[in-house]
């Protein structure tokens, strides 16, 4: 299902916290921590997202070039797997748009893996990530992105549960088959709607 998007002083709000939150969810203004393995400690001059698989320029960019590009903002829902949802986030960064925009991507490419320091991946639909409230976020609710939330760079996707917003994000690869990423591949859903309930395959 397409959320409806609003636009206000260049920012994107979702709508869907007109619906209260998804099945099965409970609302919270926390926003908890929960990560796989350890945090990454990662150095901005030293960070990288590489752009590849199926394309005709594989590049990587740089933080500076990032920071180069047009800033966008989104009030959006959050929802966790685990059952939590907070209903007011803003986030701050970069359209997944603008990233693809750096390569020259085929027709037939229809998903890309999302790839991340510390090796975590995670699948997405291209049409899914080319929404316009999908961002690559550097800043949550006026401030830095901490670490323990994906700083400095992770991706949002308010439409999908939150493993699929994967945090340090330092790549993408294009593909025409779909793939399973990390949780995918131990049992959670390819696609993961939370208004599916799509948690588990």
């Known amino acids: 299902m397409k959320t409806k998007l609003g636009k206000l002083k260049g920012r994107i709000f979702s709508k869907n916290h007109d619906r209260g939150a998804p099945p099965g969810q409970f ?52 929802h966790c797997v685990t059952q939590w949802s907070r209903l007011v986030n803003t986030w701050d960064g970069v359209s997944f748009k603008s990233i693809i925009d750096f390569v020259d991507v085929p027709k037939d490419t229809r998903y890309a893996m999302i790839h991340c320091y510390g090796g975590y ?18 800043r949550h609710d006026g401030l830095d992105l901490s670490s323990n939330h994906g700083g400095p760079l992770r991706l949002v996707v308010p439409k999908r549960y939150g493993w699929k917003s994967a945090k340090w994000v330092n790549g993408v690869e294009f593909m025409t088959e779909n793939r399973a990423g990390f949780w995918e591949s131990r049992g959670y859903h390819m696609d993961g709607d939370p208004w599916k309930e799509q948690r588990f395959n």
């Open 121 to 138: 991946t995670t699948n997405l639909p291209l049409h899914v990530l080319t929404d316009e409230d999908v961002i690559f976020a550097y």
């Open 27 to 78: 609302v919270t203004e926390k926003f908890p921590v929960l990560t796989f393995g350890e945090t990454p400690k990662i150095d901005i001059a030293q960070w990288n997202l590489k752009l590849f698989g199926l394309t005709q320029n594989d590049i990587t960019l740089k933080w500076d070039d990032i920071m180069g590009l047009k800033r966008v903002s989104i009030e959006a829902e959050f």
